[in-house]
């Protein structure tokens, strides 16, 4: 049996038990006690909420994906690279990001209730369980990526050759982003549509509380955190997974061949390192999950953070062993030039993780600026969470320019791809912290609407208050690990027009930054995520005030809900943000395909690439500011909530300043929850769909 066989092997068995360990967990979390009658009733629209969004979502994605596909087949007539196995890639891609999304959603749903019902023991088994089931979404996207890629790899070398699937992974990685973008897109105007919908009409002007059930927007909310958190987020992280290792498969297939990195030595082991990596972290990973524990309320972001830690030691443990033994006289470098390559993808992780809690934990002195800030009005705490966003961009960003500069120090470009892996081999618990924040926040509303006892209640707004950090803090490791995705595909575009098409019989084609083209397409490419940015934030604003009519004519025309005699119409408001999200992502999700394309076709390969990097550089730092800022702004809209002491007066629910908060966090919710996570694959799609075409291009541009 071959090494390229071997390790094929290994992935699916990795893969597998990834996938085994999921559905384990899910079987014994089913078991678990679901509490009232009323509990199940809230919990069980908000399951059909969820599932019959995503159902519609993706029938709209598959039309679009089915276009693509039979474009990329039928292309297989004139650019070797296309055709029937690159056309598979995408639709495994496709299928495989969608089923992450689905089966996040999915678990999410069912974890709520399950979580309420246990608060009633305490915070610590709440605090396990809620855990567990965000698990079961991080261990199965990381085992579908490892399991995807593997297969398709393995089937593809047999039917195909070498040669003929590694030029067909970018399919693969294609298939991913795109449903990303979608699930991104869809999910997280939908879930911020309601959001502010439903705090706009009920906080604001009917003075009632978050999660009140008089509020006919609140399943709406509810629904829209599984759907944009859970469902987007695993879609995101997915692709982001892949991506990355199948750009570093990419990036070693054409250094090592090429003898950039010290002769053809070493190919194979080049290419199979980075998938090897995930395949491994799958074991570290769950290790990890079993560390997690908190005593106490004041303990629960301590816990979560110490199963992080050991996932990120048992790992760099794994990997010294690992590299060790597989990496030696591979290419010019040594065997622990790789490793301290994977080890600077960990301890990036920490850092941006370490940074993000601090501009947007309410321990920290950022989110109390906002909280000081809303003490003077609503325009000063707009004033102060842009400001502090715009402060976020710049601790993660030196973070990755070192993290950049120290693994090409000691592997050259393929040192920083084998950073990006290791930071992605992290995504198993990541995901599992971000999926906690979601199943606790509807734990809570859960709680709210059914009027369980206070103490429960309390147990779950304790939980609720840390899943928002945390998801915050897993929105910065998406786009830090994102960035770094994004650079290898540069790379790899940059090897592909400098070293000439080949089989096209394309020569070689001159990119540096001096030449006026490349300047061009720089600009460009930093206008493209203000533009993506721009129509998700239009989107939100424009489903949100369906939202906002709609709430209002109940609250009008059906008498006694205020009150409590009168029952709301929930499937109203979920059947209006439902049509409203999936009609209002369309636009922007092709905005990544569109840029590529017009300015490829009428401009060429140059400007192509300084697209790239353009696009890269400023949606960084879009992506950055909008999502800390926005988590910065919602966490010191809690943090009054709960009782803040300024200037010798206590700030709480009710108070101007609570008003000026809910102002703020109405602005930060598209921020952080649409518009800026929906920049990470939208970096990537560009990067990748200019990879797909660029034979096309160049066959274009050599005439």
Known sequence: MSLFDKAMIFGIIAGLIAVIYSIAVTIWAMKQDEGSDRMKHIARAIQEGATAFLNRQYRTVAIVGIIIFTLILIGGIWVPQFGLLTACGFALGAFLSALAGYLGMFNAVRANIRTAQIAHKGVKPALKFAFKGGSVTGLMVLGLGVLGISVFMLIGKYTSGLDGVINSLIGFAFGCSLISVFARLGGGIYTKAADVGADLVGKVEAGIPEDDPRNPAVIADQVGDNVGDCAGMAADVFETFAVTIIASILLAYSTFKAGLNGGGNGLMHGILYPLLLGGIAVFTSIIGVFFVSAPTKEKIMQGLYKGLFVTGIVSAVAYYFFTEAFMQHVGKYSAMDYYYSALVGLVLTGLIIVITDYFTSTEFSPVKSIAEASTTGHGTNIIAGLAVGQMATALPVIAIVFGILISYHFAGFYGVAVAASSMLSMAGMVIAVDSFGPITDNAGGIAEMSELPEDVRETTDALDAVGNTTKAVTKGYAIGSAALAAIVLFGEYSNLIQNGYVKAGIAKI?????????????????????????????????AAGDIVVEVRRQFKEIPGIMEGTGKPEYGKCVDIVTKSSLREMILPA??????????????????????????????????????????????????????????????????????????????????????????????????????????????????
């Open 510 to 542: 001159s990119f540096s930054i001096h030449q006026p083209m490349v300047l061009i397409g720089l600009f460009l490419g930093a206008m493209l995520p203000y533009i993506f940015a721009s129509l998700a934030m239009k989107s939100v604003g424009k």
């Open 590 to 703: 092709f905005i990544p395909i569109a840029g590529p394309i017009v300015f490829g076709l009428t401009m060429g390969p140059q400007v192509l690439g300084g697209i790239l990097l353009g696009t890269i550089i400023s949606g960084l730092f879009v992506a950055i500011s909008m999502t800390s800022g926005g988590a910065a702004w919602d966490n010191a809209k809690k943090l009054i909530e709960k009782g803040f002491e300024y200037n010798g007066q206590t700030y709480r629910k009710g108070s101007e300043a609570h008003k000026a908060a809910v102002t703020g966090d109405t602005v930060g919710d598209p921020y952080k929850d649409t518009a800026g996570p929906a920049i990470n694959p939208m970096i990537k799609v560009v990067n990748i769909f200019t990879i797909l075409i660029i034979p096309i291009i160049l066959l274009l541009w050599a005439h």
